[in-house]
């Protein structure tokens, strides 16, 4: 192998085929190769979580990994929430709720929410500020995030 | 960060061939939470990124056989927190492991990765101190067992050699029944690096264990056989005696931000006593007494 | 009062959806054919003398395309800044704070420029610098700024900026009739805003047009400082203002917008800069403060005199610290009734962070001090801290500050409510300890909103306003407004903001002003549509106009009620068209204030903390936080919650856990996310309950008030107070870290 690896992956359902570069993080990759800039970058240390995705089921903080790590895998980003236009309910609830304020963070904390979901459809609320717990929002908009997703929970169960 | 060659290895011989062709310009991958910071301030500067995560010997990741639990490299914090295993017979253990950053840090990080980066407030240190964890080191001459406690050198520091991968923990349950507690120290509740990183276990004999880290070079473990700290009659002062000795090694750098050296002395005390009261309740509920 | 319509309810925000989906495009998230990146060179040092800049290495570098250093720029170096033009484009001559730009590189990668930054060489004597209020005022301390740049300033040889005097009566005079007099000194630390979206920036030169991206939430002052610095026309110079992720004020004012431009020019392609985080926490800070408090009472608690001193450290340059040391220490007395004031208030340069605007403007600085000081004196007094503050509040229409706007709310009921939330006269828990704190911040005293919308043919509209959404949810409020007085849907409002070539003139979105000031120019833009559309309806109906009323989204003819849209898709029929309105909201400079203007209105706040103490550790546990506003009328309630709640969490950030440390050379130590603390999502109180009073007596559209700041304002003395309650421990520095409160403990002990 070398400085560029061929890598494959399925992102938001679309396969890709790309060089990237050893040294590019997922999230370089993702925001620069792929055009997808939903997902934001801030801190660069894991600890915001501004850029989170979900790889396999799992979120993870794209800046800490590198972009060759997702070969043969499924990376899904916030563009990859809605269907054919349509938002899903994580993202419905969030509009309801006036989650979002500046909206910067928004895209982490719904591949979070996204996650503990998959996981977990029934979370309670000390389940979703663990999940979240690694998304920071200096809007504070935390009450309003964390209603969103358990109204997001509750819809799915409906 | 710097260009470098990167490497995906399919089995444990490819790795150490690889590393053994790289001398020291190699590192090893496995979550990336401190290898990947590290490369883009420059403070490691690799010819040749060898990713583990491909090596077939590393699965399944966490085994139990008998009462032994082995963790290779590849098993993340997020997998010793749900182990059922782990939070039955090591509740300190996953209570340490819960405790690392976020849920996407520990669905990155890993428990040997933790050791081996080797910070001093490594908060998988005292559980494992406290435990006898034994590191399973794979290099270019097979496989060599090192005691945890051997294992832990200084800060950065540990036993592994240039070439050698640290492949596995293995953890036994103990023989005899432990109570077992973990405690840390943070500036908030939310994810934050500890300040004080601690984890006691008492036995049904009366041998209490503490291992604490963040208060000097490298996590410590020390143990009280006299029997007092064990005792949920002792009072209070001949309990802050023995911690007085269990913790009299401690020297807390004066030059962190993250706390100054009083209040860490001071939280070891307090959590350190904390910790064992609650070891002690987690022993009288697996002897089936409260 | 009866509102038909979307004002007063939630509608979902206008942009939201591209915030929740990914589309919405940030200033980092838009590219340029061609671009360049840039990347700043920075010296590890607080004070230096620069001796040489060497860029031959940096140079050979593949891909670097410019270096730009101090030669590069017109000499005298340009310089700019909302209140003083002292802030160099690039460093020249030395450098004054820790992370100043000293050059500036752009390359074909984001790569090449971090490793060509990294080359260039900056040979520099370190100097010695100062970096607190104590080493700035001292005698032999070395200057910030050079007296040179200072022509004609009073305090010129020395570290003080600005001095400002407010106050009324004589406090020698009525001293004697004091029963108890008590002074103390409170401290509020650097903290930075942590926005989390870094500022960026994007110049690119199209033919004679410059046209600029940046993450700036005033565009129009941005515009106007680029004009004068480039000497381009304000018709050729081009700001575009995408909604910035989080502004808080630290992107209020022009920092790096000017070296991008001239980048850009150099150049000849366009240049991006995205600052790294770190680099935010070096370019921006809330002024960290020493206020001194002196007040007099009577033996049952009625203030007699305040005497209050404000220390405010502002860093390098001065940005905007002047205007937020004098806007906050005119109304340092708090929103209480004192026949007697007397505030100095003094801003002192240092060679740290040049500090700028941050919600609460100076304001929650200040009141730490006053009210945890009134707290002090209620306990010597033996009098509740709750009947203290009711006995001197101001009641509606009192010129608590003679001469100016009079307080412009029944306070009491703001009170009152937030002190029946917590529970204050029931019996508390043993360990447990209540705190009670007011805020009270001024308005805009000055304003400028124009505002256009546009009523399509379709019955559809554009609203088209400067304002700046950074979260607060400016976008819907004001689409909410139009659609609540054209009679249509919310769906069909358009807003359109963020572009100076194509949104009329706004000045600024600070002092949470938008509501009312941009609100007022847009409801002004409506009524300007319905007076044309009276005179469509008289033109189609054949009725006089003065016998046509148009309200609300409906034109009353002769006792018939017909919707606007209506009329206007009838009048449009035969050639198609629109109507266009046009609203300005100006609020003049009162040349005589010493804040040139009054208050539009006051944004006030009552905060009130039950909390728990860890007599081992320190750790301090919100159980109840309540925070309750006087906000004239709430037209989106979802949304001031949503800025009261975020508001009041972002208080307990100051008063918990955020300070930014400095080393012995004055070099800020943590930089980045890992060691500066923001509360998370786990940091939460327990319980956390916002509330809105809503009398309908503001001065905006519907009776509506400002809101966004008020619930930072006392977070940290109403803390601070249920800690002392909890704790008898009297802690007058931030923030309240569990070590800080355990070392408090021993000292009591």
Known sequence: ?158 | MKEFSYERPESLDEALRVLAASGSGAEVLAGGTDLVIAMRNRWREPKVVVDLKRIAELYPALVWADETVTLSAAATMTQVVHDEGINKHFPALAEAASAVGSVQIRNRATLVGNICNGSPAADSAPPLLAHDAVVVVAGPNGMRRVPIDDFIVGPGRTDLHEGEIGFALDLTVPSRPVGAAYERMTRRKGTDLASVTLCATVDDVGVTRIAFGSVGPRAWLRSDATGVLADPDAPADSKAAILEEVFADASPSVRSMRASPDYRNAMLRVLGARAVERAIVRLQELQGVS | ?749
């Open chain 1, 1 to 158: 192998m070398s400085t560029t690896v061929h890598i494959e992956a399925i992102v938001n359902g679309r396969e890709h085929a790309l060089d990237v570069a050893a040294n590019h993080t997922l999230l370089d990759v993702i925001r620069d190769q792929l055009g997808l800039t939903g997902t934001k970058e801030c801190c660069v240390v894991g600890e915001c979580g501004a850029c989170t995705v979900v790889v396999d089921g799992t979120p993870m903080n794209s800046c800490l990994m590198l972009a060759v790590e997702i070969d043969g895998r499924n990376v899904t980003s916030v563009e990859g929430l809605a269907t054919d236009g349509r938002l899903d309910a994580l993202q419905q609830g969030f509009l309801d709720l006036s989650a979002p304020q500046c909206g910067f963070c928004i895209p982490g904390q719904l591949m979070s929410a996204h996650a503990l979901l998959q996981d977990n459809p029934d979370p309670t609320i000390d389940d979703v500020h663990e999940a979240l717990g690694g998304n920071l929002c200096r809007c504070a908009g935390y009450l309003q995030i964390t209603e969103a997703v358990l109204a997001a929970a509750k819809a799915g169960k409906e």
């Open chain 3, 1 to 749: 009062m009866t509102i038909n319509g979307p004002v007063g309810t939630s509608p979902n925000r206008v942009g939201g959806r591209d915030r929740v989906t990914g589309a919405q495009q940030y200033v980092a998230d838009i590219h340029l054919v061609d671009e360049l990146h840039a990347k700043l060179v920075k010296i590890d040092v607080s004070r230096a003398r620069i001796i040489s800049i060497d860029t031959t290495k940096a140079e050979q570098v593949s891909g670097v395309r410019l270096i730009l250093t101090p030669d590069d720029l017109p000499r005298p170096m340009p310089r700019f800044g909302p209140q003083y033009a002292d802030r160099p484009v690039l460093a020249v001559g030395t450098v004054n704070y820790h992370g100043e730009p000293v050059a500036a590189v752009a390359a074909e990668t984001k790569e090449a420029a971090e490793e060509a930054a990294a080359l260039v060489e900056v040979e520099y004597e370190a100097l010695p610098g100062v970096f607190s209020i104590d080493a700035a005022l001292d005698s032999d301390a070395p200057l910030v700024q050079d007296p040179s740049v200072r022509p004609g300033e009073t305090f010129a040889d020395s570290n003080i900026k600005t001095e400002f005097n407010f106050g009324w009566g004589d406090i020698a005079a009525v001293e004697g009739e004091a029963d108890c007099v008590i002074e103390r000194e409170y401290e509020f630390p650097m903290i930075t805003h942590f926005a989390i979206e870094p500022h960026a920036f994007i110049a690119t030169l199209d033919g004679d047009e410059l046209s600029v991206w940046s993450t700036i939430q005033h565009p129009f002052q941005l515009q106007k400082t680029l004009a004068k610095l480039l000497d381009i026309p304000l018709s050729k110079l081009r700001i575009f203002a995408p909604d910035p992720g989080g502004g808080f004020g630290g992107k209020q004012h022009p920092k790096l917008e000017p070296l991008v431009c001239y980048m850009a020019l150099k150049a000849g392609r366009p240049v991006r800069l995205v600052m790294s985080l770190e680099e935010t926490f070096q370019a921006v800070r809330r002024p960290s403060t020493r206020v001194r408090v002196r007040l007099g009472l009577s033996l049952d608690g009625t203030l007699v005199f305040s005497d209050i001193e404000t220390n405010y450290l502002i860093g390098a340059y001065v940005d905007i610290a002047d205007r937020v040391a004098s806007k906050s220490s005119y109304v340092a007395a708090g929103p209480y009734k004192v026949p007697v004031v007397k505030i100095i208030g003094r801003t002192i340069l240092s060679n740290t962070t040049p500090t700028t605007a941050f919600r609460g403007f100076g304001v929650p600085q200040i009141t730490w001090a006053r009210e945890s000081t009134l707290d002090e004196a209620a306990l010597e007094l033996g009098i509740d801290r709750l009947d203290i503050r009711r006995r001197n509040l101001a009641g509606r229409g009192d010129e608590f500050v003679p001469g100016d706007t009079p307080a412009d709310g029944d306070w009491i009921q703001t009170v009152e409510r937030a002190a029946e939330l917590v529970g204050w006269r029931t019996p508390m828990p043993e360990g447990r300890g209540r705190g009670i704190a007011l805020g009270l911040k001024s308005g805009p005293t000055t304003g400028l909103s124009y505002s256009t919308v546009r009523l399509l043919a379709d019955g559809s509209a554009l609203v088209i306003s400067g304002t700046s959404d950074m979260g607060q949810g400016a976008r819907t409020v004001f689409a909410q407004i139009v659609a609540q007085e054209m009679g249509i849907s919310i769906d069909r409002v358009n807003v359109l903001m963020g572009d100076t070539a194509i949104v009329p003139y706004d000045q600024q979105t600070s002092a949470s002003r938008s509501t009312v000031l941009m609100g007022t120019s847009i409801h002004r833009a409506c009524k300007d549509i319905h007076a044309k559309v009276r005179t469509m309806a008289s033109r189609l109906y054949g009725v006089a106009e003065n016998l046509i009323e148009v309200d609300g989204g409906t034109v009353r003819i002769a006792g018939e009620d017909h919707p606007i849209v209506e009329v206007v898709q009838e009048s449009m029929a035969p050639l198609g068209g629109e109507v266009i309105g046009n609203g300005e909201m100006r609020k003049d400079k009162e040349p005589d204030h010493p804040l040139a203007g009054s208050a539009a209105f006051f944004e006030f706040n009552c905060t009130a903390i039950e909390a728990e103490v860890d007599p081992e550790t320190g750790e301090i546990e919100i159980i109840k936080h309540i925070t309750v506003g006087d906000v004239g009328t709430a037209l989106n309630p979802q949304q001031v919650q949503g800025q009261d709640d975020g508001a009041a969490i972002m208080g307990l950030g100051h008063t918990l856990m955020e300070v930014l440390i400095l080393d012995d050379e004055g070099r800020t130590r943590n930089l980045g996310a890992i060691d500066y603390r923001i509360p998370t999502s786990k940091d939460l109180p327990i319980a956390l309950i916002s509330e809105s009073i809503e009398n309908h007596d503001g001065p905006g559209p519907y009776g509506v008030k400002g809101v966004s700041e008020g619930s930072l304002l006392c977070t940290a003395p109403a803390v601070g107070s249920a800690v002392r309650d909890a704790t008898g421990l009297i802690i007058r520095d931030l923030p309240l870290t569990p070590q800080r409160v355990w070392e408090a403990m021993k000292e009591q002990a």
